[in-house]
């Protein structure tokens, strides 16, 4: 990382990507107020969509098919509310490339397609 002219710079490959750090820093307080303002109804509503938010991540070299279905139904059923309420999930499981087909199998078990799998190769 090399920070030049107030921006943060980060170079991966060639590609360079230059972050505001100061707008960004700025934009999280603005959300840390009105997160700590946000009072009764309202606090709870916006708890529940920051889960969906959310990405679950499991990266262990040793990752099992049973790790990652626990994993892909937690994201499926993260809370357990005592109210109806639309249903909460996360947005995503974050798993290994071997691990793929077993988060998408999972998924589908647990009715749970509308969440994303992520996994990536090294560049």
Known sequence: MKEEFGTLAISMDNHHIFFNEAAINNRAKGFI?????????????????????????????????????????????????????????????????ARVEDAVSALAEFNGQDVEVASGNKL
Request: hydrophobic share 45%; net charge negative; aromatic share 10%.
């Open 33 to 97: 107020f009105q997160a700590t303002t946000l009072e009764g109804n309202n606090r709870i509503a916006w708890l529940l969509k920051a889960i969906t938010f959310i990405d679950l991540t499991t990266l262990g070299g040793d990752d099992t098919e049973t790790n990652v279905k626990a994993l892909c139904y937690k994201a499926v059923n993260p809370i357990s509310l005592a109210f109806d309420f639309e249903k909460i999930r996360t947005a995503a499981v974050c798993v290994y490339p």
